[in-house]
């Protein structure tokens, strides 16, 4: 069992700048995948960035491409997801999540093993 908890989460204006971060309870956090998702009220669970777990490979959806860097501190268990000029359609509650076997990224929820409690981004115009 992995244990994630996000921070970092809040309120900003538009063209602001976040970093969330994901604490992992597993010594093991270095052989996971870690992928940050998004939710907004009445939409689908959606993927912004994943990482492997050498953090060689990263992966971001088209919406936050060039604004989103995810990374990964595999001594401090952490993963992160820097988010510069923040936009309102980036309001949403962000989760991070984990999959074993962490050679590559996945995009697709359904594939992650473990997810955090999740921290709320709220951009405003």
């Known amino acids: 069992q992995v244990q994630l908890v996000e921070s970092g989460g809040g309120l900003v204006q538009a063209g602001g700048s976040l970093r969330l971060s994901c604490a992992a309870s597993?010594?093991?956090?270095?052989?996971?995948?870690m992928g940050w998702f998004r939710q907004a009220p009445g939409k689908a669970r959606e993927f912004v960035a994943g990482?492997?777990?050498?953090?060689?490979?990263?992966t971001y959806a088209d919406s936050v491409k060039g604004r989103f860097t995810i990374s990964r501190d595999n001594a401090e268990n952490t993963v992160y997801l820097q988010m510069n000029s923040l936009r309102p359609e980036d309001t949403a509650i962000y989760y991070c999540?984990?999959?074993?076997?962490?050679?590559?990224?996945?995009?697709?929820?359904?594939?992650?093993?473990?997810w955090g409690q999740g921290t709320q981004v709220t951009v405003s115009s």
């Open positions: 999540a984990a999959r074993g076997s962490g050679w590559r990224t996945y995009t697709q929820p359904g594939l992650y093993d473990y």
């Open positions: 990482i492997n777990s050498s953090g060689g490979i990263t």
């Open positions: 597993r010594h093991t956090f270095s052989s996971y995948t």
